[in-house]
C-alpha cells in the first residue's frame, strides 16, 4: 500500500501544482484541446486497457453467473473495453491525428464537430443554447456518469464488500475484482482537490481543472489496474486487500 500511496500522491501535488505556478496563460496552453494533460490522459486510458487486458488473458478462475459461467473473469474483459474506449474518446478516434472528416450525420449531433460519443449533444452538459440542463437533463451527462461509475466501484462497492456478508458472497460468487477501499480514497481525494481549486480562484478556470482531473482520474485507473497485476489471485479469486 504505501508505495501506492507515495506516488499517487507525489502524482496529485505535481498535477494540480500547475494551478498555482503557471499563469492562466500557459495553464490554458498545457490543458488545451490535444494539449499536454489530454495526450497523457489518453496513454493511461490506453495502458489500463492493456494492463485489463493482460488480466484477463492470464485468469483462469471465471465467474459463475445465474443462468452460465465463464472460464475467465469476464469483467477484466468488460475494464479493457471501457478504458479502450475511453481511450479512443480521448483522442476523437483518431479524427485530427490522421485528418479524418466528421460524417454529416455526426456532425448534425456532436456539439464539437467530432468523431466521439461524449460530445453528442444528449451526453452533453449544455443544451442547444450553451447553458447548462436541468439536473434530470444531465442524467445522461457522461461526465455524470462517469462520476458514478468511480464513486460506485472505487468507493461504495468495496465498502459494501467490507460491512456485508450478503453482498461478499455475492461478490465472491460472480467474482467481480474489488479494489481496496484506500484506492476509492483517492479518487474521492482528486474529485474534491478539484473542487477547492474551483471554488477559491477569481478566474473561470472550469475547462483547465476539467482537463487535469480528468488526467488524474486516468492516472489513477492505471494504478489501480497495476494493484490488480500485483494483488489478484487468478486461481482462487480472491485480493490481497
Not at 490543458?31 to 492470464?58: M, N, P, Y
Not at 460524417?103 to 450553451?130: A, C
Request: a neutral charge; aromatic letters at 18%.
Amino acid at each position: 500500500m504505501l508505495p501506492y500511496t507515495c506516488v499517487i500522491i507525489g502524482y496529485l501535488l505535481v498535477s494540480y501544482s500547475v494551478f498555482f505556478l503557471l499563469d492562466n496563460q500557459n495553464l490554458i496552453l498545457l490543458t488545451r484541446e490535444d494539449g499536454v494533460f489530454e495526450t497523457i490522459g489518453a496513454l493511461f486510458f490506453l495502458v489500463t486497457s492493456v494492463l485489463f487486458f493482460i488480466l484477463f488473458i492470464k485468469d483462469k478462475s471465471g465467474n459463475q453467473f445465474y443462468f452460465f459461467q465463464t472460464r475467465k473473469n469476464a469483467f477484466f474483459l468488460l475494464l479493457t473495453f471501457v478504458f479502450f474506449i475511453g481511450f479512443g474518446e480521448e483522442i476523437s478516434w483518431g479524427q485530427r491525428i490522421f485528418n479524418v472528416q466528421i460524417p454529416e450525420i455526426l456532425k448534425e449531433i456532436n456539439v464539437q464537430n467530432e468523431i466521439n460519443i461524449h460530445n453528442i449533444s444528449v451526453f452533453h452538459g449544455l443544451d442547444d443554447d450553451g447553458n447548462r440542463k436541468s439536473f434530470f437533463g444531465l442524467l445522461l451527462n457522461i461526465d455524470r456518469l462517469f462520476s458514478v461509475f468511480w464513486f460506485t466501484y472505487f468507493l461504495i462497492i468495496p465498502i459494501l464488500n467490507k460491512v456485508s456478508s450478503k453482498i461478499t458472497k455475492l461478490l465472491k460468487t460472480i467474482n467481480l475484482p474489488i479494489a481496496a477501499i484506500w484506492i476509492g480514497v483517492f479518487f474521492m481525494t482528486n474529485y474534491l482537490v478539484s473542487i477547492i481549486i474551483a471554488l477559491s480562484t477569481i478566474d473561470d478556470l472550469s475547462q483547465p481543472l476539467a482537463e487535469v482531473k480528468e488526467c488524474n482520474f486516468a492516472f489513477l485507473f492505471v494504478m489501480v489496474s497495476i494493484w490488480f497485476s500485483k494483488n489478484y489471485s487468478y486461481q482462487t479469486k480472491n485480493l490481497n486487500c
